[in-house]
């Protein structure tokens, strides 16, 4: 039932803010992380881990990047991303002190099952980051942490991104309390930024109507780029990917910093581009290098597309258009940023007439390797 939404994924990208919020609630406990499922992995195993791979196909190998900058930071532990059906065939190096992560919205995605299965052979530990309750990959690993994003419908993943990412914010933070990497203050801290997210996307999805004029007057673009740095790099890739399955428009993301070693070729006048730019409050100062990238590209003729902070006026003169996302720490900034993606790939989609919840060719879960 769409409910009155005129696609499925209209009706799942509106609830994005209730995605987050849902995978929260029963894993805080006075004001710390603590997640009752996690009793599979008990706090010595979590100890005594000295390496997490991610596994995943598609847009959850980019919830699984963006907890990889996270649980890195929080827990500081060496975090390793593969696609799925890349892991297994290449004899990874696996010990019973690596934890296999994998994520998957449907929990049948069968080369992320297999991955699975191969890691346990091998003897690792595995963490099944999973939206469906009972589906085979949870059934087959020895934890499972599930998002609360309620049934995914619409092939193109939205809700199910944002409430992985929380999910696997949630998993760092308990591993960092445990490993005691994060002090219970900064802990508390990182709560509740994570609490405040639902309420801020609420907010971004009012920049809906604005998109969708955007994507009006781009409908016969052929080309799109995407940049983003740090955790915007996967929010980068997100956007692409969207663009591909939803609109059949040739999209790539790029990580920024990597412009000038190639991508920066591409830009001809008219380029559309679309760039994540990171909060002018960011300590590692990529606010800067991003805004210098903007210059870059636009001096070469590009149309800019920032999503960009609230109040940061630095992006002003360079962007031919801006999106505004809430004040948030750098952390938080890809659950915020990759909805006016979703919502671009949608409406992209729409003013090309396409079946946005059915693309052609794409199947909701791939059930064969
Ligand atoms: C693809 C879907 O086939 O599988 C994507 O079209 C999805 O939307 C990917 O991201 C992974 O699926 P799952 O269920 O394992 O998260």
Known sequence: ????????????????????????????????????????????????????????CGTAAYAGMVGKYAIEQWARVPVDVELAHEFRYREPVLTERTLVVSISQSGETMDTLMAVKYAREQ??????????????????????????????????????????????????????????????????????????????????LASGERIREMAKWMADT??????????????????????????????????????KHGPIALIEPGQIVFVIVPSPRDPNSLHAKVVSNIQEIRARGARVIAIAEQGDAAVLPHADEVIRIPLASPFFEPLLAVVPLHIFGMELAAAKGLDVDQPRNLAKSVTVE
């Open 1 to 56: 039932d769409k409910g009155g939404w005129s696609s499925f994924m209209a009706k799942e990208i509106s609830e994005e803010p209730e995605a987050v919020a849902k995978t929260i609630i029963g894993r805080v406990e006075d004001g710390l992380v603590r997640i009752p499922e996690l009793e599979g992995l008990d706090a010595d195993t979590l100890r005594d881990i000295d390496r997490v791979v991610v596994i995943a």
């Open 123 to 204: 003897g690792a530990r595995t963490l099944s980051i999973c939206n469906t309750q009972g589906a085979t990959i949870p059934r087959e690993s020895d934890a499972v942490v599930y998002t609360h994003a309620g049934p995914e419908v619409a092939v193109a993943s939205t809700k199910a991104f944002v409430a992985q990412i929380t999910a696997m914010y949630l998993f760092g933070i308990q591993l960092g309390q445990v490993r005691g990497t994060l002090d219970d203050s900064r802990a508390r801290g990182l709560v509740r930024e994570l609490q405040a997210v639902p309420d801020k996307l609420a907010s971004v």
């Open 222 to 259: 052929q080309s799109v780029l995407f940049l983003g740095r740090h955790v915007g790099y996967p929010v980068a890739l997100e956007g692409a990917l969207k663009l591909k399955e939803l609109a059949y428009i040739h999209a790539e993301g790029f990580a920024a910093g990597e412009l």
